[in-house]
DNA sequence: CCCATTTGCTTGACCAAGCAACAACCGGCT
DNA sequence: AGCCGGTTGTTGCTTGGTCAAGCAAATGGG
């Protein structure tokens, strides 16, 4: 990545620049939309969402809490601070991990589970109206493809 | 937005889900990696760079918060605290808006130009590698306008 | 078996950024 | 002239990120 003071490299064409800004301006927009929508419809910000999300497919509802932080895209401090906020809502308790009792399980109440059940459809209202409509005519496969791409640590 | 509390809205499909969860990556992956690769790189991070380029390219090298602020993709308080980090290393200072004594304008000075000269090709080439690449076969015009038009406010 | 190292998570400090409440100011209306 | 709604920035509080330290459990070499 490192390399001499100033080169002079080719700048963007215009499409790329076009894309560029357009990109930033959805990375700034979309979540907070989506989030603000969840809050207005269901008082539960997105983030606390998709960690009951992902708590829900986990096998037995449970989950170890590095793995839950890099499916929320949190990192394992922050994960640890939004399972504090869940669990004194009683969304979410833990319970030490039986293989390895250095660890912890997040898992998933019954409280949590109806409170997740009464959201999903919001947020799914959400993502569909903010986001997915506007990409009709498109191969979401292959867009799907090069966006993990370059999501992927390159 | 509102609704009644437990609709059954069809679940996404297969390539909707790929597409929202890539997304979900890049979107916190990205603006990290390119962050990092500019302060490993220039020793300057990536909100500060944005304020200056878009500075530069005002006539004048001169704007209102208000706008920079929504170049910027920043919200009006972030701005106002990126420009005095900018302020404090002289790389921008703020004159009282001639025309409006409510307002302010940041101003790039010599050494915030310098700053940016010598730091765009970096830039540039971090958007290249962990963006554009990865979009390679893609009618990027056309995801432009798709991306606009989910990053507008509807 | 014991001690050093590593691992999994929590905690605290500090920073960036968003929102909401605020202050200062404009401009139009009476 | 004086007020009042709207605009422009700034400040206080919360969330989240990184980094470093701490602690408890696990692991591995002697």
Do not use: K, T, V, W
């Given at each position: 990545m490192a390399g001499p003071p100033a080169e002079r490299p080719l700048p963007l064409n215009p499409d790329e620049e076009a894309l560029v800004r357009a990109l930033g301006q959805v990375m700034h927009v979309l979540p907070r939309t989506i989030d603000g929508d969840m809050i207005a419809d269901r008082q539960l910000p997105l983030t606390e969402y998709t960690a009951l999300m992902n708590l829900s497919e986990a096998p037995d509802r449970r989950m170890r809490m590095h793995e839950l932080a890099s499916l929320c895209h949190l990192s394992l401090s922050g994960m640890t601070r939004t399972i504090i906020r869940l669990e004194t809502q009683g969304l979410v308790k833990r319970e030490r991990c039986?293989?390895?009792?250095?660890g912890w399980n997040a898992v998933l109440t019954d409280a949590g589970f109806a409170r997740l059940e009464e959201s999903w459809p919001s947020h799914l209202a959400a993502v569909r109206r903010r986001?997915?409509?506007?990409?009709?005519?498109?191969d979401l496969a292959q867009l799907a493809r090069a966006f993990r791409s370059a999501g992927t640590t390159d």
């Open positions: 039986e293989e390895d009792a250095r986001f997915l409509q506007h990409f009709d005519g498109f």
